[in-house]
């Protein structure tokens, strides 16, 4: 074990072993608190099992302690931008993409994460055809990362008369926020246009030019936002996004080596990938990539997403 992670293990355990001297009152803790235990908790057995483990089980340990703590490969990000995407499914696509952000934002907030908005392009019936939003909390990269894919939901839509299941799809991307320092791009690489923002605002959105549109030359990647009302503003937010988006794909790129080398079995978390399915009919959320079922599906996509990522923190 590297000194970096044996000094973040041992920084765990000191934090659990004091937490657990008032277990006794836990059942006064707040969520967060208990939220925190129950991490700390995972940590502590699988520091205990690293004591005796064999050293191919020492490898598996180190892995996983390594994307519990955001280090190695797996470095902390604090800060995500995530991106939703209507697909297969016309109007209900749209209307699921919104569902997906009602989810995340209100697991952000049960989690006392922030969350803005960036950038949004919604249909005549209150979905998105895209949205892209920044949330900032502890280690949220490593919580949220295998979100990434396309969502599937099979449903009667509202719109449906004759009680028709539909299916529909809308795909997620889960970035790691890019500090300039991390990543440079050049400004010989860019093109910036600006144009007049549409939808509410007032005044101001329609007659200025604050809307930005970036395009990255090298990558041929575009990126707009025009969520502010300010064009400078607005181009800090389109440069986050680009930077978040070329060091995603340098950091799949590292993940997809070392997966290659550990052998993981939790999928690519290909952009391409169906991921996972909402059964309204069987009340059911199976996940593809790890077989795995859960019921109740109104409260998962109302926020309660806990059981669902501890599955993925554990795998």
Known sequence: MDAQLQKKLEEALKEYDSMEMNVAESFKWPRDKAIRFGELSKVKALGDEYQTATEARKKDIEAKLSSMFGVGGSAEKNKVIIEIRA???GDEAALFA????????????KRGWEFFLIDESKNDLGGYKEIAVELHGKNIYNLLKFES???????????????????????????PVAEEKELEIKESDIEVSFSRAGGPGGQN?????????????????VISSRAERSQLKNRESAMQVLRARLLDDKLRKEEEATRKDRKEQIGTADRSEKIRTYNY???????????????NIKEILNGNLDDVIDEFVKS
């Open 87 to 89: 697909g297969a499914g």
């Open 98 to 109: 919104a569902d997906l952000l009602r989810m995340y934002q209100n697991f952000a907030q």
């Open 149 to 175: 894919g396309v969502h599937r939901i099979q449903r009667v839509p509202s719109t449906e008369k004759s009680g028709r299941i539909h299916t529909s799809t809308a795909s997620v991307a889960v970035l």
């Open 205 to 221: 959105v329609n007659k200025v030019e604050t809307a930005v549109r970036i395009l990255h030359k090298p990558s041929g990647i």
């Open 281 to 295: 009919l069987q009340d059911r959320i199976t996940d593809h990539r790890i077989n795995k079922s859960w019921h």
